[in-house]
């Protein structure tokens, strides 16, 4: 069961206050970008393409335009202009692939757009998009690792940014160790699936256009789109104020925004599109499949000699993406001798993207999983063999940790799960035809920062109000802007109002890299800071700051601020202006390393004769720098760890070898956890103040605490059993044809 009450405060940690768009979500008041009612509004519905790879030879449109009701159809041949290209968004632009919108004929993945059919109701617009004839010249495609025609590259030589971390002699430390470990691991591909679907509305006023989509970064899609359409930046306003759920798959610009902004403008009249679940899988990008490689080698007594770790990823023929978590791998534990490698398999698949904790899920998998086959083979506890090889420097370039509270968070979370009782023996627990299994592994996740300003009014009669545009997720980005505003000017929270995802706001970097709270909060913190100061009246009761302002006839007062965080570049707020994060921290800065740790410990349940799989409990403990409200601190990390079981025991995104193409692309076929798969879950927070990142201390949450659950699966899993699974997702299937 999880507790639904509200965590106490420890230490300096802010105020458990409930969220403050509560109310507003509850009662259906918040508009999310479908709910934004516009007048005269067309409605869109794309077609995708069914083949991989290919070409379109030849469009009849003749039975859908003879349609009642249908408006307009754009394809490659009548969209006329078209869309210019802009960059992918790991080069340094906007786009999620840099495939262009509606470009040509060819065909680069399966789910492809390749129309969109306007009309007067979204069902004559589905219906004419049905009816429409599209005769292919379709090629041989390959659709992941093995498959025909897929090309492996060595991800150095692809990315120039990146650089395989490596240090000391790792081949001839791992062939003089007495103790080693040698073995793969796998992850699949998985989509993020969030709640909201991806809409997008669009509206011209003349030469200005107005777009309601969900995103994670609003000034990002402004200043892509407007490269797209070759119009300014300053004639695009992005709404977004409430996010539906994202995980990293509405931080770039997709394939669709573009088409229904030129679709509006060609009508006249604004554009409405809610694409499809099953569209949502290839408008958006995922998580792509991963096979990583764990060589340790030990001294008996535990102290790490050498690691080694390889990963292979797969991505499309025109990106080339990867996620690259050797950067944090390799800098978890002190070891002497070090060697890293990832490549890229292209495919005939769209680009993958940002999901949850992009690198260190899949990632940590293998090097949590590979700690606790080491822990076996030394018959060591787990717990013991972290704590031997704890460091307050990461290994590759002797940089120090600015924080790290790894052992507290295996201490406490160890004592709360009752670890002591363990017996360590494989298969030696059993509840009547239940195995039981106890396993843990650490979460790890570098804490960024990025450039931010924020504008912040106080008015005399002890209002304030707070305009950033920062992106509510379901972050609770809201409430801790409001809990900060208010304790740095002294005012009640019910007398702040903020003001969240709109481009006419000044500018917040994108919701991703666990970065928007830390970012955002440092600079709303400085410009009341400043309001204060202005007055004469720093550190004084907010009482005297309201009588100063009405002693000097003033109504209201504001301030505007720009904060540019430790590593970023001097310009960075001028990039923020043009869409750029540009996001410093973790194991990139020159004379530091920034990271949040964590600790989880999972039970699980393997019935003897069906194999079938239970998680009673989980307790996870995480140490984040400072908590502003741990109400939505709890439910960030206990979401992320109940994803953690989604991700380990149900997520796959099943494809078809022969056409590369997704098969169970709905909620109805795509596994994930329901209430009956999650047990107690119990949070730890660690109290921990990093002022070194930022003069809050604060860290980030949103992401370690699916970072780990998977290994610790695994780890159970094998102490329940004596089967290793090292191939996720963790199912009955592996189990059985273990046995």
Known sequence: MIDPAAPAPIGNMGQPIPRYDARAKVTGKAVYAADAALPDVAFACLLSSPIAKGRIKAFDLKAARGLPGVLDILTYE?????????????????????????????????????????AETLEAAQDAAYQI???????????????????????????????????????????????????SYSTPTQHHNPIELFATQCVWNGSQLTVHEPSQNVYGIKNGLAAQLGIEPSQIRVLSRYVGGAFGSKGALTQRTAIVAIAARRLGRPVKLVPTREQGFTIATFRAETRQRMQLAATRDGKLQALSHEGSEVTSRADPYAVAGTDASTRMYACPNVASNVTIVRADRSTPGFMRAPAETPYFFALESAMDELAVALNMDPIELRRVNDTQTEPIKGLPYTSRALMPCFDQAAEAFGWKGRDPRPGSTRDGD??????????????????????????????????????????????????????????????????????????????????????????????????RARLGQDGKPAADVIAAMKDRGMGALEDYAESIPHGVAKDGVQALYKGAAMPMGGARLKDRIQFAFGAQFVEVRIHARTREIRVPRMVGAFA?????????????????????????????TEIDPRASRYVNANLADYMIPVNADVGEVHVIMIPEEDTAINP???????????????AALANAIYHATSQRLRDLPLRIDSLITGV
Request: aromatic share 6%; with cysteine.
């Open 78 to 118: 009548t969209i006329g202009d078209g869309i210019r290209k802009v960059k992918f968004s790991t080069e340094g632009g906007p786009a999620s692939n840099s495939v262009v919108p509606l470009g040509s004929a060819e065909i680069a993945y399966a789910g492809q757009t390749i129309a969109m059919v306007l």
């Open 624 to 652: 984040s720098g400072r908590i502003l409200n741990p109400r939505t601190a709890h439910s960030q990390y206990m979401g992320g760890m109940i994803w953690g079981v989604g991700s380990a025991i149900h997520e796959q």
């Open 696 to 710: 809050l201390g604060v860290k980030g949450i949103g992401e370690i605490g699916i970072v780990g659950t998977s």
């Open 133 to 183: 004839g599209v005769e292919y010249e379709e090629d041989p495609s390959a659709a992941t690792f093995d498959s025909k025609g897929a090309v492996e590259q060595e991800l150095a030589q692809q990315n120039k940014k990146h650089d395989d971390p490596k240090v000391g002699d790792f081949a001839a430390a791992y062939d003089a160790a007495p103790v080693k470990i040698d073995a």
């Open 434 to 531: 239940w195995l039981v299994g106890w396993g843990c592994a650490a979460s790890a996740y570098p804490t960024q920062m990025a450039a931010a300003t924020a504008r912040v009014r106080v008015f005399s009669d002890g209002r304030a109000q707070v305009e950033t545009a920062g992106h509510e997720i379901g972050n609770g980005l809201y409430t801790v802007v409001a809990q900060t505003a208010a304790e740095r000017l002294g005012l009640p929270v019910e007398q702040i109002a903020v003001f969240l995802g709109d481009t006419d706001l000044p500018p917040a970097p994108v919701a991703g890299g666990s970065i928007s709270t830390a970012s955002v909060c440092t600079v709303v913190a400085q410009a009341c800071d400043s309001l």
